[in-house]
């Protein structure tokens, strides 16, 4: 990587220490020629990935859109910055392994959501309310009721959505309502 301050093409890296939960790299660098130090960031990256929407539209994908709309669920909720980074990085890794070219809208939101139940009741409705468009009342009862620990437990075993193993990330602690 060129150095920041005078472009030089050789920089070293004088500390390298694992990020997050182990997915990214933090590197001290230092430019061979002038002394400057800097910071990098690594983070695996989706590539050659393309989204089918709802309509048919083929796009490819783009983590910002990820991010912003998992954003918008988390307003005003306590959430670190580590830990949406670390969460946008288990959802990516659960679309990775789906193991397709193409995944649908639809194959995310359903990622997304498996992820944001797990943390924060308040975001996970919020994002659900928006990917599902709740039909009717009755759906969005049935949804918030699912939320209610007293029924979690059955609907738990039920869980098999495409034999995708169920990652349980103890690092994650559930926020409180
Ligand atoms: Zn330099």
Request: charged residues 40%; glycine residues 4%.
């Given at each position: 990587m060129l150095c920041l301050a005078c472009h030089h093409p050789d920089t070293k890296v004088t500390d390298s220490r694992l990020a997050g939960d182990g997915l990214a790299v933090r590197r001290r660098r230092m430019c061979e020629k002038c002394g400057f130090r800097f910071s990098?960031?690594?983070?695996h990256e989706i590539l050659n990935l393309t989204v089918v929407k709802r309509n048919g539209a083929k796009e490819p994908y783009a983590k910002e859109k990820l991010e912003s709309g998992i954003k918008k669920s988390f307003q005003k909720r306590p959430i670190t910055d580590e830990n949406f980074r670390m969460l946008v990085s288990h959802i990516e890794q659960d679309i990775?392994?789906?193991?397709?070219?193409?995944?649908?809208?639809?194959?995310?939101?359903e990622i997304v959501m498996k992820h944001l139940k797990e943390i924060d009741d308040v975001a996970y409705i919020r994002f659900a309310s928006v990917y599902r468009s709740f039909k009717d009342a009755e759906s969005f009862r049935k949804e918030l009721k699912s939320l209610d620990?007293?029924?979690?437990?059955?609907?738990?075993?039920?869980?098999?959505?495409?034999?995708?193993?169920?990652?349980?990330?103890?690092?994650?602690?559930k926020i409180k309502k």
């Open positions: 990098t960031y690594e983070e990775e392994m789906l193991g397709e070219s193409e995944v649908t809208t639809s194959d995310v939101g620990p007293r029924s979690r437990a059955p609907k738990k075993q039920q869980r098999t959505r495409k034999n995708m193993p169920r990652r349980k990330n103890p690092r994650f602690k």
